[in-house]
């Protein structure tokens, strides 16, 4: 009988498991290999400290790779699947409390989850979804709907941008279009959770349950063909609701995997020669002496950097130099050079990014700038607090706001802070300005 497939076999949650399993063999091994270490001066004894952990993180780890199926083999039916930006501790919570019997309070729980502050956070990260883009207008009112209890207006809407966005999607990764909600459609991905073949697809085919009869009974399962067609005439509750939005959120990863060609499993990787090899730990050696070598900066605004100015009052190779040159853009609102500043969005072609930009600030025209903290929170990230002064609307607003920066080399990977070739990037900057700093 073939065993049916898990999510916990995927890569990315298989391998931490697997590294366990490889420490557990080493652990069992060091009673041979601590005397030949302790020749080399090797300290075994903080090597038999460290091991000694491993049970404790086995036990997290398996309960960890155990969620994503225990929770969809309860909830998928009830119109639930888990997802990559899924809160754990929601979904483990909710998991026990069904388990242990209470699975209606478990799915109010979900229910709560899902309020309107969580639903804007879970949309602001469909950004980076380039096919959501065109959608995000309708997204907004959908939103304004949900957080003023209009659950007849919200949901129709939701399922509508679900269905084109997958639609849109599926030819480009599969070759045909198949909105969400068609059948046939195939929304599975390599390591992915939510793109498992027991999350979205099973998904799909709860929604698209064909609804015959007019019904004005409650629902709790946001079926397509009936609300739409008006026979589902009980659709408008928060419970339906939630699970229209979360089931857009659980499509993000399958869609930014179709955006970027890696819906397939990828070719196994080359074996590493020697020299590719030694190289590779070379390369481990040097980034760990850096880290360990790495220091936060204390810098007294005014004293060891100055509080405003164009990017050439500031130390090459800084972030407050990046954020400043940024910055001065933005006053004169060159968005093809403050695109320059900050990561390109997954997916997307770098060529668009100064409309991406634009977007964000083209409504505030900035006057000034003055930097009143610095903080190096680690050795690839700084946070820049910064007091702006800009027109919006014809109205002159001041405010402090958070920019989170991030050192790359030139591979893309966070780099310590001062690594030739690196270069500063601005996390948050199509967040920046909505999120309250505290």
């Known amino acids: 009988m073939t ?32 005397p030949l270490l302790k020749q080399f001066g090797v300290d075994t004894d903080q090597i038999d400290k460290e091991l000694e952990k491993i049970v404790e993180l086995e036990t997290s780890a398996e309960e960890m790779a155990s969620i ?34 209470d699975i209606d309070g478990a799915e109010k729980d979900l229910v709560d989850y899902y309020d ?32 003023e ?55 799909a085919n709860i929604f698209r349950t064909g609804r015959k009869k007019t019904t004005t009974e409650k ?6 063909n009936g609300i739409l067609h008006g026979m589902d005439l009980g659709y408008d509750n928060k419970m339906v609701a939630a699970k229209a939005w979360a089931a857009l959120f659980a499509t993000r990863d399958w869609a930014m995997k179709a955006e970027k060609g890696l819906l397939d499993t ?19 050696g040097t980034k760990k002496a850096q880290l360990k070598a790495w220091k936060p900066r204390v810098l007294d605004i005014g004293q060891d950097v100055p509080s405003t100015g164009g990017q050439e009052v500031f130390e090459s190779g800084t972030p407050e130099r990046r954020l400043a040159e940024f910055l ?11 695109a320059k500043c900050v990561p390109p969005d997954p997916g997307n072609d770098t060529k668009r990014m100064p409309g991406r930009v634009r977007e964000v600030y083209d409504s505030k025209h900035l006057k000034s700038f003055e930097y009143t903290k610095i903080s190096d929170d680690a050795p690839a990230i700084t946070v820049i607090q910064v007091k702006l002064m800009y027109e919006e609307y014809e109205k002159e607003v001041e405010r402090l706001v958070k920019f989170r920066m991030i050192n790359k080399d030139a591979k893309g990977e966070p780099a310590v802070h001062g690594i030739p070739g690196s270069n500063w990037e601005i996390l948050n900057w199509d967040t920046a300005l909505t999120v309250p700093s505290y």
């Open 3 to 34: 065993k049916e497939p898990q999510i916990r076999d995927i890569p990315s949650i298989k391998k931490p498991l697997q590294d366990l399993e490889d420490l557990k063999t080493i652990k069992d091994t060091m009673p041979l290999l601590n």
């Open 68 to 101: 994503p199926d225990r929770f969809n083999n309860l909830f998928a039916k009830r119109g639930w699947i888990i997802y990559d930006l899924m809160n754990y501790e929601v979904a483990k919570e909710v998991v026990k409390k069904a388990e242990a019997g």
């Open 116 to 147: 309107p502050e969580k639903v804007k956070w879970n949309l602001n990260q469909m950004k980076h979804v380039e096919a959501f883009r065109p959608r995000w207008r309708l997204a907004q009112k959908a939103l304004i709907d949900y957080r």
């Open 149 to 203: 209890e209009r659950y007849h207006a919200c949901v129709p809407v939701v399922l509508a941008l679900l269905d084109g966005m997958i639609n849109e999607l599926h030819e480009k990764g599969r070759g045909s279009k198949k909105g969400f909600f068609a059948e046939g459609v195939n929304l599975e991905a390599w390591d992915s959770i939510s793109a498992h073949n027991k999350g979205l697809e099973a998904l």
């Open 219 to 224: 629902i709790t399962i946001p079926y397509r």
């Open 266 to 284: 990828p070719a196994p990787e080359k074996e590493l020669t020697l020299e590719e090899l030694t190289e590779q730990i070379h390369k481990i």
């Open 328 to 338: 001065t853009y933005w006053k004169i609102r060159n968005y093809g050079f403050m």
